[in-house]
């Protein structure tokens, strides 16, 4: 079951909620004096992440504005349940509508969504674009979903969708989150994994926040059901395809369909601000958690070759699909900072809320 937490940063509350579908710890900040109408932020956070990642920017985001930060089921201090992955990032946004309801907030919110947190903000937006007043992107999640696409289509590379989901996720990595381990060893423990790929390798870390955001990666449950999920064999390279449960699974390109955002009503898209870090090594168009990339580079054997499964252009897919949003009648704009990996409000939290506050006024 969920806990409120004591080690927030000053201006930070922890809070729990019990909603109509799991009980959800939150974190909260601002809300101005009560005698004002305030504007409502909402920050959801990305894969084996929690609403920790978030708290740098929440206590620098000025107090009228109240700012809701959860941690998503199976994550951080939220009650744990299955995710089921046939519904795409179906289960991340009911949950939000979800708590929106038990919170009962000001509607429309501006979503700011990190990774796949991006993708839960898009397909939120896509149920109930009236309830979304900006929709923020931070190094989003593909609108194709990860993994298993060859083109700015999202053409997949086998129709079983081959090479995406939960039978691909690192085993030592998947291990040190269940043994919550905090260690400096291993090339794929959390530690070295949230110091070389969450943020641009050139970043350090102040020591008492490295060690809040390893306890929100460490704060993930694993196995089937959640993180990374199920898999299904497969007789196309590299021999596996997804399976029906966990969040992996949920950000196949099987299940997770988020260009659909493009079909929303003229006179309900939100504009979209994307903004990306220029080294990003996990949502990029070479992934190096891409099992495209990583045959390329000769890390997974029996490659089949650029023509059959090269690594997915996950930026160029992003960029595509917000361009068919703005020619259908939205807008969007595209931010990108220098040196920056995938974690802009962590890296550079203060050029990020510099951005948010100008779609806020």
Known sequence: MSRTRDDTLPGVRSRTVDTSRLETHYLESGGGDGTETVDTVVFVHGN?????FFEDIMVELP???????????????????????TNGLGDFAADLRALFSALDLEEPVTLVGWSNGGGAAMRYTIDDPDSVENLVLLNPLSPYGFGGTKDTDGTPCFDDYAGSGGGLGNDEFVAGLADRDRGEGGESSPRKILRTFYVDPSHVFDEEREESYLTGMLDTATGDEHYPGDSTP???????????HGVNNAISPKYCSLETITEIDPDAKPPVLWIRGDSDQIVSNESVFDIGTLGRMGQVPDWPGEDVFPPQPMVDQTRVVLEEYADAGGEF??????NTGHAPHVEVPGDVLNELEAVLE
């Open 48 to 52: 084996v992440s929690s609403a920790r």
């Open 234 to 244: 497969s007789e196309n390279w590299p021999g596996v395809a997804p399976g029906e």
């Open 333 to 338: 704009e595209e931010v990108v900072f220098d």
């Open 63 to 85: 107090d009228r504005y109240r700012a809701i930060a959860p941690d998503l089921r199976g994550y951080g201090d939220s009650e744990t349940k299955p995710i089921d992955a």
